[in-house]
């Protein structure tokens, strides 16, 4: 067995992953541990290295980077152009729009060789304002423009906690948008409100849109998305009569505005936010377009989606305090395959893996195969539970008499013996199926 070579196969024996069990030094003694936290880290997902900060290893950033592909796809389809801005934004811009405050800790500074001083940026209203106004005046005729990007962020926390919930290094999606008017503005901010629908319905997990709190970032018109769940840091009161949700600080009675029956406190984690921001960054910074040779600034809105902490918001809903659990198409790997073990009488159908790999890659299904063949079949279908793939094919005792294979539903723990064509079918009728999504609840307009 040692001798055989899996073609363009991922093997598990090969990934880097966690073999230190113990939580590491960098969390103090008042540091919150939660059991998505030391799941993700006992399961090779994220590797703490620093107080709030962590590395994403093989596994975590193969979430991530289907996460990333999710949220591609959606900025896509309403036409949003994605760009990279520089990590560091100068400071003389946050001073520009008011935001910069001296004494603000939760600012990462940075003095350079030349004396200039830069922020780490946790966001970038400043940094695309400025390299629009470099390039502009804009033309109306690509307007409404939307520009997003997904890159780390920064924020000095006093006390980071909960791992990627709330950490010093975070993953956003960032999208900026500018309209000639406030109504084009609107019609854009709903747009988008539409296309994050989208993203957390694929998601498939229960959340609820909220009227937001627009803090330090301002605006008019400010939505929320978020994650019921007991370690969450936000309050948000929910009206169960007419669907009425809004963040506690923007809303301080107990009696829901529209109808007066009482508002429920619900622990949340915030997973999504929304500003139309009106001129507030564009006209100190002179975003401007031009209309019948008169310049005018342009109606900005702006857009976050935290990618790392839907990650960890998501295991600390869906795991079991064993077991991680992801969202529909989140998982590290869709299908582990187990082989046979070494030295057993089924041990010759092992030529049976780059088979089933192939039918699984026409099917466009990623798949690793558990090659730690020293391990029994049941150890190595209890580590797909524990990291959470959702399915494992296993070429068990029935693969040699019966050339029958196991299909292993991990999250519904259903065993279905199929053929080679069986396991073909099994899933194109999963894929033809709608995904089954959790009924949305949004914040009545």
Known sequence: MANIKYNKISRLSQILKSTNLTLPDVFDKSEIVSKGYVNMINNGIIKPVNRGMHVLLPLGFRVLDKLTKLIDREMLNIGAQRILLPALTATKLWKKTGRYEPDNNELFKVTDRYEKEYVLSPTFEEGVCDVLSKLGPISSKILPLKLYQISSKWRDEMKPRLGLLRSREFIMKDLYTFDA?????????????????????????????????????????????????????????????????????????????????????????????????????????????????????????????????????????????????????????????????????????????????????????????????????????????????????????????????????????????????????????????????????????
């Open 181 to 445: 008017n406030l109504d084009d503005a609107t019609n854009t901010y709903n747009l988008v409100c539409e296309a994050y629908t989208k993203i957390f319905k694929q998601l498939g997990i229960e959340y609820i849109k909220a009227e937001g709190d627009a803090g330090s970032i301002g605006g008019s018109l400010s939505h929320e998305y978020h994650y019921l769940s007991k370690v969450g840091e936000d309050i948000v009161l929910a009206c169960k009569s007419c669907n009425y949700y809004v963040n506690k600080n923007v809303h301080t009675q107990s009696e829901c505005p529209h109808c007066n029956k009482s508002l429920l406190k619900h622990n949340a984690i915030e997973v999504g936010h929304t500003f139309l921001l009106d001129t507030k960054y564009s006209q100190p910074l002179k975003v401007l377009y031009k209309e019948q040779n008169v310049e005018k600034p342009l109606v900005m809105g702006c857009f976050g989606i935290g990618l790392s902490r839907i990650m960890a918001a998501a295991v600390e809903i869906l795991s079991t305090n064993e077991e991680l659990r992801w969202p529909s198409g989140l998982a590290p790997y869709t299908v582990t395959i187990i082989p046979p073990k070494s030295g057993s009488k089924e041990e010759a159908a092992v030529s049976y893996v780059e088979t089933i790999n192939e039918i699984l890659c026409r099917l466009g299904i990623d798949a690793v195969v558990d090659d730690r063949t020293g391990l029994t079949i049941g150890k190595r279908v209890l580590y797909t539970r524990t990291v959470g793939c959702p399915y494992a094919i296993i070429l068990g005792k029935s693969v040699i008499s019966k050339s029958m294979f196991e299909l292993y539903d991990v999250y519904n723990d259903k065993y279905h013996a199929v053929t080679l064509e069986g396991i073909s079918d099994y899933f194109m009728d999963r894929n033809s199926k709608e995904p089954e999504n959790i009924l949305l609840q949004e914040n009545r307009s």
